[in-house]
């Protein structure tokens, strides 16, 4: 059997080079960078990605483990994300699509409009933009919710299994 991350993490391929792209197009006006948190708060993830996150922590070591989940459970509730340790993410490689995508352009539908935002801090004297420059934030996540109903089919989930997650529930968590 295929493994069952595996079109979640093609998915994630695509992401990183649809991101890189656009980083590359606005580079001068990207601001984002390594040890940015600004835009880390809590959220919840689909049972993909909570998967995937709980993969990423089972291939660290013990002792590594035994850190990321104390500092988790220590940091759970609170509104920054409960894996920020120092302004870095301590799953950085796995971290959901939401976080991968912040900070750059996004389009997404609000009520009866299309939206175009991104982080305050990026684009500041960028007039225009083209569409490869922006992530259709809509379409995205239509695919991650075909791939998350997929990788559910595929693990066989229960009616009543959990829609979304918090970090702490898909990191220290049966589930």
């Given at each position: 059997?295929?493994n069952v991350?595996?079109?979640?993490?093609?998915?994630?391929?695509?992401?990183?080079?649809?991101?890189?792209?656009?980083?590359?197009?606005?580079?001068e006006q990207?601001?984002?960078?390594?040890?940015?948190?600004?835009?880390?708060?809590?959220?919840?993830?689909?049972?993909?990605?909570?998967?995937?996150?709980?993969?990423?922590?089972?291939?660290?070591?013990?002792?590594?483990?035994?850190?990321?989940?104390?500092?988790?459970?220590?940091?759970?509730?609170?509104?920054?994300?409960?894996?920020?340790?120092?302004?870095?993410?301590?799953?950085?490689?796995?971290?959901?699509?939401?976080?991968?995508?912040?900070?750059?352009?996004?389009?997404?539908?609000?009520?009866?409009?299309?939206?175009?935002?991104?982080?305050?801090?990026?684009?500041?004297?960028?007039?225009?933009?083209?569409?490869?420059?922006?992530?259709?934030?809509?379409?995205?996540?239509?695919?991650?919710?075909?791939?998350?109903?997929?990788?559910?089919?595929?693990?066989?989930?229960?009616?009543?299994?959990?829609?979304?997650?918090t970090i702490?529930?898909?990191?220290?968590?049966?589930?």
């Amino acid at each position: 059997m295929e493994n069952v991350l595996d079109n979640y993490r093609q998915l994630l391929a695509r992401v990183d080079g649809l991101c890189a792209g656009i980083q590359d197009a606005l580079a001068e006006q990207i601001t984002c960078s390594e040890g940015c948190s600004d835009c880390c708060t809590s959220i919840t993830v689909f049972p993909v990605e909570a998967a995937a996150l709980k993969q990423a922590l089972a291939d660290q070591t013990e002792e590594q483990q035994t850190a990321i989940r104390d500092h988790v459970t220590e940091h759970a509730g609170g509104e920054r994300c409960p894996l920020l340790r120092d302004r870095r993410c301590l799953l950085y490689r796995a971290r959901p699509i939401i976080c991968r995508t912040h900070g750059l352009p996004i389009l997404f539908t609000e009520g009866d409009a299309q939206r175009l935002d991104c982080c305050p801090l990026n684009l500041a004297s960028r007039e225009s933009l083209s569409g490869s420059s922006i992530i259709d934030l809509d379409r995205l996540n239509s695919v991650l919710v075909a791939v998350n109903s997929l990788y559910l089919r595929q693990i066989e989930a229960p009616p009543d299994f959990p829609q979304r997650l918090t970090i702490a529930q898909a990191l220290l968590s049966g589930t």
